[in-house]
């Protein structure tokens, strides 16, 4: 069974970057499509982003397209969010998931292993 853990986040202006990361241990990471979900006070959690097994495949939210990117390294059991021009709204929890299932899944009951989250807060 695989752990992920979630590191990267803080606080940002807007405008601003981030790398987060997810790392996995006791598994192998190339096993899962891994996605990444965000959670903002008082809203469901929403899909950011995800990626296939071989990296060759990505997906995202309309709402970050064009400024988030993620990419994995297998190797180094290691996925990676890149947020970039960051704003208010993009205030929320982030957390990566690992699917054991096929395509690139939007919905959190997809996937089958969550991380515990990394904070992202961005000031206007």
């Known amino acids: 069974q695989v752990q992920l853990i979630e590191s990267g986040g803080g606080l940002v202006q807007a405008g601003g970057s981030l790398r987060l990361s997810c790392e996995a241990s006791?598994?192998?990471?190339?096993?899962?499509?891994m996605g990444w979900f965000r959670q903002a006070p008082g809203k469901e959690r929403e899909f950011v982003g995800a990626?296939?097994?071989?990296?060759?495949?990505?997906a995202y939210a309309d709402s970050v397209k064009g400024r988030f990117t993620i990419s994995r390294e297998n190797a180094k059991k290691t996925v990676y969010l890149h947020v970039n021009t960051l704003k208010p709204e993009d205030t929320a929890v982030y957390y990566c998931a690992g699917s054991t299932g096929i395509g690139l899944p939007r919905y959190t009951d997809r996937y089958n292993y969550w991380g515990q989250g990394t904070q992202v807060t961005v000031s206007s």
């Open positions: 990626i296939s097994r071989n990296g060759g495949t990505t």
């Open positions: 006791g598994g192998t990471l190339s096993y899962y499509t």
